[in-house]
């Protein structure tokens, strides 16, 4: 007999056979009756038990067991989806399963973050806690669906390097055979040398940052979504791509997590054909902010998404032309005033999502711009040799995953929609 | 103007304006004549330039360089594809480039490997090297096709995790803010409990393997893509979904990077509805090999693909049911003689493209194993513990991207298939 989904059981013929696999999401044993909500990736079912179901002695298997059903399906307008299943055969399909460390079965899950954490495999157990990650899943298709139909080539890049690759500080370091490597905290380098190959290349894999952060919204290893374009004309274009990506990634989650979208109450962003965008300048200004300040804070970006949302609508909002002084060394500067660079954030909600720029692209002017900051040459040689190779114009940005499906759900902690959490206390599970 | 692909100028009409972007692959300087050929990501264009094309005493790019050429379309029936360009502007994007280490515009590469490793960035620019990797992005949207199709979700698991995953020797040791950390040898255990909360999952990541090894199949650094399923009944429904998802690999191999397997000359696997299977026990028989082997040797697997591919016509064969002992703690022993196991190894042209089992699903199976085979129940705790909470019988694979494309290629070694390759003694670019 064919399996049926918890949730297509609503699509049954009543008096059909049926048969169910999943996990006992919970047991109620009442006088006469027992029921059983069965749980498998799709939904609920309940199972109603009259005497006699059970083998004599035998005992209903405890919540989080798994289980199959063979029963009937028979109509009932107070189960969920308006059919349950009855005169079922109930069998365990491994031991009774512990008591959880928390209860799945409750509408909400309302341990606390270090239980939910410290019980991570149980935890995402949860409806509503699962749901978090089929965002993040969907995500992943649609930012794939609009750059493979794009010209953009999949690539994988080393995690272990050679030297640092961002600024020489807060990195991984690992015992390679006896010498020293690294941790990549991007793909940044691979990805822009294989432009060279490829014109467009994204990557989706983790990236491992060793700062000292204890925030609500870092992590030591995440899971980066990095694009990188060739012969653009500046880092306008480069935006015009994330704004594709970004509503090719709503319209995946829109179609493909449906059901987590709904059991959340998720409050999807509309993407605005333009994207609102402000320069840097005009964003400290509006935020009443110094002339001077070097970057954003925090409570800067959270003003300048209620502005958006005031002003546009919009969940999203630019701010580009960041001082090139206080961006990566290999962001473009704008030409007409080299003071400002050809750099962006996209802030989502409030929070920065996304970082990118139009790069550097001359061999000189790496050469130049490392000697400017004071960088030695050395831990760069390889990268920036590459560029006398004939590199075109070309720009990219990364978005963090869990930053993305934080924002979407407006979790309080990155933690809380990360599978499992690296930081700086935490290795386990 | 649009940009016209360089694959696509053979479609222009003559006489119309063109722009084309990429880079100098060619040029060739005639008394009269200068042919220039520019390589996109899409192939080759032949571009003609005359006296007085080019502004007074400005030369032509050299090779290598990112350029734009606006011109005429216009009919050659010598050209590639029957169409030139003809009285262009050539505009370089960049600085003239350097010339490469090997000539990229011949036929073949003909550098040696470390040659080739040295200057990856460049060699992969090469129109037969690139076709490589256009292979395995294509193998991958194959991969994820099939198992997004089938309910799989599509997770990430951290790569620094608190123990070694998989034997305890041969990881690599990361200073984890102070403290020892290492790189996950597999997402193995990951996947194994996210079958309790997802029941089909698959992710694409990098593993790390710090085996000494230094042959033409291994490497330190790999990407795995791994699949793990529950609610199976035994091993053959994992080997079932395996089927499946290498056809799906070959047929978007077929369709998405049909240039690349004309140019490489690649033969595809034929995947036939059920793949060949051996038991472990007739497999040494058939190569005569002693009974009591634990493992099968590269040479024996040569032969079973010799065999499958005379006595089935396939480059595909199934090894089941090696010896229990012989293979990971986790694998499920065969019910009805506990010497076997229920585990396989795919072997794609003579080499193990694949390992896979049932695995053990009850808590009491992993305390017993590990106490047998002697391992310290401490550093595995965390992760037996979790088959208290409930999971379903399950099993599942993983395949290694390079050594795909590597038989799918027949390359010599797995390094010529890999982007940026890692090994005992590389670790750069």
Redesign the interface.
């Known amino acids: 007999m064919r399996?049926t989904h918890c949730s297509d059981l609503s699509t049954a013929t009543p008096g059909e056979p049926v048969r169910l696999?999943g996990?006992?999401h919970r047991r109620r044993e009442l006088a006469a009756l027992t029921f059983l909500v069965v749980r498998?990736?799709t939904g609920l079912a309940q199972v109603v038990l009259r005497p006699g179901d059970l083998p004599d002695g035998a005992a209903c298997p405890p919540e989080?067991?798994?289980v199959e059903v063979v029963g009937t399906a028979t109509a009932n307008p107070q189960a969920p989806g308006g059919v349950e299943v009855t005169s079922p055969t109930v069998t365990a399909?491994?031991?009774p399963?512990?008591t959880?460390p928390v209860e799945l079965w409750r509408p909400t899950l309302s341990a606390s973050l270090p239980t939910l954490l410290d019980h991570a495999?149980?935890t995402?157990?949860h409806p509503l806690q699962?749901a978090k990650?089929?965002l993040a899943?969907a995500s992943?298709?649609g930012f794939?669906s609009v750059l493979?139909a794009d010209?953009f080539?999949?690539?994988?890049?080393?995690?272990?390097?050679?030297s640092a690759t961002e600024s020489g500080a807060n990195v991984?370091?690992?015992?390679?055979?006896g010498?020293p490597?690294y941790?990549a905290q991007s793909p940044q380098f691979?990805k822009q040398?294989?432009v060279?190959?490829?014109?467009?290349v994204y990557e989706?894999?983790?990236v491992?940052r060793?700062e000292?952060h204890d925030t609500v919204r870092h992590l030591?290893?995440y899971?980066s979504l990095d694009v990188e374009l060739?012969?653009v004309r500046d880092h306008r274009e480069v935006v015009a791509c994330l704004r594709e990506v970004v509503a090719g990634m709503v319209a995946a989650v829109a179609e493909r997590a449906s059901s987590a979208v709904e059991r959340l109450g998720v409050r999807l962003p509309v993407v605005p054909d333009e994207l609102p965008t402000l320069h840097f300048r005009d964003a400290l200004r509006l935020v009443g902010a110094p002339d001077d300040e070097p970057d954003l804070a925090p409570a800067h970006e959270r003003a300048l998404g209620e502005w958006a949302m005031a002003e546009h609508g919009s969940d999203l909002v630019v701010v580009e032309g960041y001082p090139t002084a206080s961006r990566a060394f290999y962001s473009h500067p704008d030409p007409d005033d080299p003071h400002w660079s050809r750099s962006f954030d996209l802030i989502f909600r409030g929070v920065e999502l996304v970082s990118g720029a139009q790069r550097l692209?001359?061999?000189?002017d790496y050469v130049r711009v490392l000697a400017e900051r004071g960088y030695d040459y050395a831990p760069f040689a390889?990268y920036v040799e590459?560029f006398?190779?004939?590199?075109?114009?070309h720009g990219g940005f990364a978005i963090g995953?869990e930053r993305w499906v934080g924002r979407l759900v407006e979790a309080a902690n990155i933690r809380e929609v990360t599978?499992?959490p690296?930081d700086?206390h935490r290795?386990?599970?």
């Open positions: 399996r696999q996990w006992v498998d990736r989080e067991t798994p399909l491994s031991e399963a512990d959880p495999a149980t995402w157990r699962r990650w089929e899943a992943l298709h794939r493979d010209g080539t999949e690539v994988h890049s080393p995690k272990l390097v050679e991984f370091e690992v015992d390679y055979f010498r490597a941790l691979y040398v294989l060279g190959v490829f014109e467009r989706v894999g983790p491992f060793a000292p030591a290893e899971v060739g012969f692209h001359r061999y000189e390889s590459s006398r190779r004939g590199i075109p114009p995953l599978l499992f690296r700086l290795l386990a599970p």
